[in-house]
C-alpha cells in the first residue's frame, strides 16, 4: 500500500472549507513580455521598450473535478496563462486563486511546495520532457523524491507500478528507457509522472497534439478515466476543437491574449456567438449544426507587437463596425454565457 494519499482519499479532508466553491479561480491574469532590442541598440538607434502582451486580463473559474478548455489560434496566449497557472510565470497583473490560497503569493514561500505538489502540468511533447537517460522508474519517482513523499526502494517501486497500471502501462515498463516506447506510450508515461504527487489540478497544454489521431484518442480516454477515478480538474488546452468536444465541460476561447468567449460545452457548439468562436467551428464542416450562415474564414492573427485598436479581431470580423474599430469589447455575461463582442451585446448577431 503506498503512504501517497489519492485525492479521493484526501478528498473528505479537503473538500470542507471548499465544498462548492471552485478549485481554481484565475482573475484579471496579465503577463507582459520585454521584447525590447538590448540596451545599447535602443539607445543609438532611440527605440522605445517594445512590450508584448501575451495574455491580457484572462479570467475564468474551474470547478472541482471538471474541465476547461482553452482554445485559440497559435499565439493567442493559451501556454503562457498554462505557464502561469502552474507557478511558471509570476504575472505582471492579476493572479490566480486555488483551493482559496492565493497561489502566486504562495508560489514564493515555504508554502509554495505543497501547492506544487497539488498542482502539475503535462508538455505537448513528451519526448522533450521526458530525460532519456533515466529509466522510467527514475523518471516516475522524480518528483515523489523532491517532495519527500516515499522512501525506501521497494516503496518506490510499487507506487510507480500502479502509476504505469493506472495509465495502462505494464509495471515491467519501469527498467526501460523513453527511446523504447511509441509518442502514445510516451505521453502515459509523462502522465504517471504527473499524478506521481497525487496533484488535484492538472493544467495538459496539448498534450495529444503530437500524437496520431487513433492514438489521441486512446490518451483522451485515459486521462478522462483517471478524472473520474480521481476527482481531477483539468486546464486543457488544444487548438483541435474535436479534441475539446470530447474532453472538456467548458470551453474558454482565446484571441490575442483575451478571452473572447467562455460558455459550457454543449452551448458554446450548439450556439456560438462570438464570430471569431463562429470561424472557429465553420473551419471544421461537420461541426457545423447550427443551420446559421457561416461566418467565411478570413485574414491572419494580428502582430501581437501592434494589435488592432478597439476590439483586436476587427480587421477580421464581417460584422464590424465603426464602433469596434474603436472602443474594446468587455467580456459581459449574455444569456448565461460570457461574451466579448458589441455585435452580440447589440442584438446585431
Ligand atoms: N518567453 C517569452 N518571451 C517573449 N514572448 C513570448 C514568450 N512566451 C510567449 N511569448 C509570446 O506570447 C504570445 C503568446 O504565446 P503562447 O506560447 O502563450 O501562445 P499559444 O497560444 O500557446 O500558441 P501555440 O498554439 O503556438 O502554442 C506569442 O506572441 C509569443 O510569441
Ligand atoms: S466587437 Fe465588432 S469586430 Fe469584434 S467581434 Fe464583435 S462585431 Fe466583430
Ligand atoms: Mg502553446
Redesign the pocket.
Known amino acids: 500500500m503506498s503512504a501517497v494519499m489519492e485525492p479521493s482519499q484526501t478528498r473528505g479532508a479537503a473538500r470542507t472549507p471548499s465544498a462548492g466553491k471552485p478549485l481554481v479561480v484565475a482573475h484579471d491574469l496579465a503577463k507582459t513580455?520585454d521584447?525590447s532590442a538590448p540596451w545599447l541598440n535602443r539607445v543609438l538607434e532611440r527605440k522605445p521598450r517594445t512590450l508584448?502582451h501575451?495574455?491580457d486580463g484572462v479570467s475564468f473559474e474551474i470547478e472541482r473535478g471538471k474541465t476547461l478548455a482553452l482554445v485559440?489560434?497559435?499565439?493567442?496566449?493559451?501556454?503562457?496563462?498554462a505557464r502561469l497557472l502552474v507557478g511558471l510565470y509570476e504575472p505582471t497583473r492579476g493572479g490566480m486563486h486555488f483551493d482559496g490560497q492565493d497561489a502566486h503569493a504562495a508560489f514564493k514561500t515555504a508554502e509554495g511546495r505543497k501547492l506544487r505538489k497539488r498542482i502539475q502540468m503535462i508538455f505537448q511533447d513528451p519526448y522533450a520532457s521526458l530525460n532519456p537517460r533515466w529509466i522510467v522508474e527514475d523518471i516516475i519517482a522524480e518528483p515523489m523524491r523532491e517532495h519527500g513523499l516515499l522512501s525506501g526502494k521497494e516503496a518506490v517501486k510499487a507506487r510507480v507500478g500502479e502509476l504505469l497500471q493506472s495509465v495502462g502501462l505494464s509495471p515491467l515498463d519501469m527498467v526501460k528507457y523513453p527511446h523504447q516506447f511509441s509518442g502514445g506510450q510516451r505521453q502515459r508515461i509523462s502522465i504517471a509522472r504527473a499524478l506521481a504527487t497525487a496533484p488535484e489540478f492538472l493544467v495538459c497544454d496539448?498534450p495529444t497534439s503530437a500524437l496520431d489521431v487513433s492514438v489521441q484518442a486512446q490518451v483522451l480516454n485515459i486521462m478522462k478515466d483517471l478524472q473520474r477515478e480521481r476527482g481531477l480538474t483539468y486546464l486543457f488546452?488544444s487548438?483541435n476543437l474535436a479534441v475539446v468536444r470530447h474532453v472538456s465541460d467548458q470551453v474558454g476561447v482565446?484571441y490575442l491574449?483575451r478571452l473572447v468567449e467562455l460558455a459550457d460545452k454543449a452551448e458554446l457548439f450548439a450556439r456560438p456567438r462570438h464570430p471569431y468562436t463562429r470561424m472557429l467551428l465553420d473551419a471544421i464542416p461537420q461541426m457545423h449544426a447550427t443551420g446559421r450562415s457561416r461566418t467565411p474564414v478570413q485574414g491572419e492573427v494580428p502582430n501581437?507587437l501592434n494589435p488592432p485598436t478597439g476590439c483586436a479581431f476587427h480587421p477580421r470580423c464581417p460584422h464590424a463596425n465603426a464602433r469596434c474599430s474603436a472602443e474594446r469589447p468587455a467580456l459581459l455575461s449574455i444569456g448565461g454565457v460570457r461574451v466579448a463582442c458589441h455585435a452580440v451585446e447589440e442584438g446585431r448577431i
Not at 485559440?72 to 496563462?81: A, D, F, H, L, P
Open positions: 513580455f521584447v508584448l501575451a495574455v485559440g489560434e497559435s499565439g493567442c496566449g493559451k501556454s503562457t496563462v496539448e488546452i487548438h482565446m491574449g501581437p
